[in-house]
Nanobody
C-alpha cells in the first residue's frame, strides 16, 4: 500500500534551517507531492507542491524565497528545504501524495495519501 514517511523535523533557532524529507513507497504510477503544515489551534496551511512529470513547483506566498521543494525520483523522496526559519513556522509538517492531476495542486483538498507528520519547532 502507499506509504509516506516524513523525517527531519526538530528544534531550531530563529534564522536557522531544516531539511524535511518525505519518503514515498507503494505507488505504481506517477504522483505529485505536496507539503503542508498545521500549528496548534490553527487550520492546516498549504506550503508547496512538486509535479511528477517535469518537477514544476508551486509555493504559497509565505514560502517563496525561504522554502524550496525538490525531489529525487531515484530515491522516491521529496525534500523541503526551509531557510530563515521564524517562530511562526512552528508546526507539524506533513507531506501528501496525489496521482490523478496533470500538474501538482497546492491545495490540500486534492491529496489522498498523507504521512504522519514531523514536528518543527523554531525557538531560541
Amino acid at each position: 500500500q502507499v506509504q509516506l514517511v516524513e523525517s527531519g523535523g526538530g528544534l531550531v533557532q530563529p534564522g536557522g534551517s531544516l531539511r524535511l524529507s518525505c519518503a514515498v513507497s507503494g505507488f505504481t504510477s506517477d504522483y505529485h507531492i505536496g507539503w503542508f503544515r498545521q500549528a496548534p489551534g490553527k487550520e492546516r496551511e498549504d506550503i508547496s507542491c512538486i509535479s511528477s512529470s517535469d518537477g514544476s513547483t508551486s509555493y504559497a506566498d509565505f514560502a517563496k524565497g525561504r522554502f524550496t521543494i525538490s525531489r529525487d525520483n531515484a530515491k522516491n523522496t521529496v525534500y523541503l528545504q526551509m531557510d530563515g526559519l521564524k517562530p511562526d513556522d512552528t508546526a507539524v509538517y506533513y507531506c501528501a501524495a496525489e496521482s490523478l492531476l496533470t500538474w501538482c495542486a497546492i491545495s490540500s483538498s486534492f491529496y489522498d495519501y498523507w504521512g504522519q507528520g514531523t514536528q518543527v519547532t523554531v525557538s531560541s
